[in-house]
Each structure stands twice: as C-alpha cells, then as structure tokens.
C-alpha cells in the first residue's frame, strides 16, 4: 500500500519522560576515558550487539583494584630473571647462547601475559543501553559470548558488596534477575554498584511510561 | 665425517642437538599462538570499539615481531 502520509516530525516527548532523561543525566557525570571501568554516556563507543538508534547508557568493566594481583605477577615475571643470575656456576651448566634465547622466550611469556590480561580486563564488558542490557564474555583466545536481555524483561535488580575491598573501593555485583531466556545477568566487581541499579530503575520506568504513551521500538 | 667424529659424537652433545630441535619447533608453535593472539585482538576490536583500538593492535602485532624476531635469533645462535 503507498504511503499517503510521512511525518518527519519525531514523536513528542511527555514530561514524564523528559523528568527521567533529566533523572539519567544527574546519577553521574559523562565519562571520555577509554580505559574507564565506568562509564557513564561514553561518547565514542559502538559496540556489535546495538542497531542505530539504541544509544549507550553505560559501560562497566572489573574495578581496576581487582587487577592489583596481575600486575604483580607482571611486575615478579619481569624482575625474575634477575634472580636467575644469582644461581652459581649457571653457566658451565647451560651455554649461553641458550640463555640468551632462554631470556628472550622468557619476556616474550611475560608480553603474552600482560597482553592477555589487559585484553581480558579491557573486553570483557557490561554495556547497559536505552533498551538492553549486554553482557560480554571473551572467556579464552578464541571464544566469544554475548548475553543481552531487553530493559522490559528485568524483573529484579540485587547489588551485592561485601568484604572490606568491595565497601572501601566502593564496588561490587550486581545481579539481574531477568524474564528471558537467560534468568540471571550478573555484572561481577563492577564500580559504583548503587549507582548501576539506580540507573537499571530509571531505564525501567522509561521503559514502562513509553509502553504506555504507545512509543515501544 | 670420520669415524674419530662418530667416536668423539658423545651423548652430552647429542641431548644439546635434541634441545635445539625442541627449542625451535616450541617457538614455531608460539609463533602459531601469536598469530591467534593478533586474530583475536581483530575480533575483540570489532565487537566494541571504544577509541583505543590503534596501541592495542600494536601491542598484538609487537608481540608476534617478538616471537619471529625470538626465532630467528634461535636458529642463528643455537
């Protein structure tokens, strides 16, 4: 059938909604950061799983002190060969053109190690849109899982922060009790967990009044 | 080779020869990882782009260098 009307005049929004857009803004401050574990209204992302018009909320990763543990590790990987210097009589034991190349192989774990775990830390993401909730999994070198739910199927949100790290750095996890498929969505040691849920409920109202004004996507 | 070279060829330096193959197939396998690594990085970088994507591919790419570059010094010293 042609089309006998076209409007390009976008559909009016209610003070309802425009008093939630306004609630959105003032949780936090907008964030630029790439390497943010919170971002808030991050401008320049675009992530596989969204289509045009939905637009990024938010997006988490582990809090960085949950990484303090690697990067000793990296830190004693990188120091150890020192230490190696100190057995006696090395070398009439290994040549050293085979400690040279035992040094190198070395650094080139440690690269491999420090590369993996940044990777690990930086694309294994929780992105909160205007109308669903992702969770990004890179679990090994090869292996990719996406799990997304829609804003309307969340049935109940639980933060959960304990232990003297979690409330001293202020993060946690929050947990998303949703009617998909997947029951349970759970955002692990993301910051500012409060401040997640908050978020999680005022999308879920915006959800809820453009059901009713009839603006669904 | 002579039969005083077969007599002189002791186990010593036979468990050196052995050490020397295992050596270069392990960094050619790492090779192999390496590769994966940077395929995986691409990948990683589709999903979500975030504005950081340039010191991460580099990162990637610098590691396999390193293990080529760990390679051939192997081949050469050993």
């Known amino acids: 059938m042609p089309e006998v009307y076209s409007s390009s005049h976008k559909p009016h929004k209610s003070h309802q909604t425009q008093e939630v857009e306004k609630k959105l803004h003032s949780i936090a401050k907008p964030s630029k950061n790439a390497m943010s574990a919170f971002s808030y209204f991050p401008p320049h992302v675009k992530f596989v799983g969204t289509d045009n018009q939905e637009k990024i909320i938010l997006l988490l990763r582990r809090h960085p002190i949950t990484t303090i543990p690697t990067i000793f590790t990296a830190f004693f990987m990188v120091i150890a060969p020192i230490f190696v210097g100190f057995i006696p009589d090395i070398a009439t034991y290994i040549p050293v053109n085979y400690q040279l190349v035992a040094m190198l192989f070395w650094y080139m774990i440690t690269l491999a190690f420090i590369i993996e775990q940044f990777l690990n830390w930086f694309f294994n993401v929780h992105i909160i849109t205007d109308e669903r909730v992702f969770d990004v999994d890179f679990t090994h070198l090869v292996h990719r899982e996406i799990t997304d739910a829609n804003i309307d199927q969340i049935q109940d949100v639980t933060t959960q922060m304990s232990g003297v790290l979690h409330t001293t750095f202020n993060y946690g996890n929050v947990i998303i009790q949703t009617a998909a498929q997947i029951p349970q969505i759970e955002y692990t040691a993301v910051p500012n967990p409060d401040k997640v849920a908050q978020v999680l409920r005022e999308l879920r109202v915006q959800e809820e009044i453009e059901k009713i004004e009839g603006r669904v996507r | ?78």
């Open chain 2, 1 to 78: 080779m002579n039969l005083e070279d077969l007599t002189s060829f002791n186990l010593a330096q036979g468990v050196w020869y052995g050490m020397e193959a295992l050596v270069i197939v392990g960094l050619s396998l790492y090779i192999i990882f390496a590769f994966v690594v940077v395929r995986q990085v691409n990948q990683m970088t589709d999903t979500l782009e975030v504005g950081f994507e340039g010191p991460i591919r580099f990162a990637a790419w610098l590691h396999f260098l390193f293990a080529l570059a760990t390679l051939g010094v192997a081949i050469m010293i050993l």
